[in-house]
């Protein structure tokens, strides 16, 4: 089992910056991507970020410019820096880990992201 947790959600002023972070610990073998999605009320999941094997990372196009994943292989860690937060960022902020077809997918708990003056 992997557990997965998320943390540095909030309340935050349209245009300001949040720092999600995520810890993935338990059954470690090999990570292949860790990521972020999210889910605003009313809407399906989607995508935000994603960080692969070797560097690789993908955006949603709404989020291009203004957010940037990393990823600490090391720790397990991966971190979304939020800047030019915008009311449409306003969603659960869910944490994403790929160990692959074998080692399976999960997910953590959810943090909120709320973005209003």
């Known amino acids: 089992q992997v557990n997965v947790v998320e943390s540095g959600g909030g309340l935050v002023q349209p245009g300001g910056s949040l720092r999600l972070s995520c810890a993935a610990s338990?059954?470690?073998?090999?990570?292949?991507?860790m990521g972020w999605y999210r889910q605003a009320p009313g809407a399906q999941r989607e995508l935000v970020a994603l960080a692969r094997d070797r560097g690789i990372t993908e955006y949603a196009d709404s989020v291009k410019g203004r957010f940037t994943i990393s990823r600490d292989n090391d720790k397990n860690r991966v971190y979304l820096q939020m800047n030019s937060l915008k009311p449409e960022d306003t969603a659960v902020y869910y944490c994403?880990?790929?160990?692959?077809?074998?080692?399976?997918?999960?997910w953590g708990q959810g943090t909120q992201v709320t973005v209003s003056s």
């Open positions: 338990g059954m470690i073998f090999h990570i292949h991507a």
């Open positions: 994403y880990v790929d160990q692959g077809p074998i080692d399976g997918e999960y």
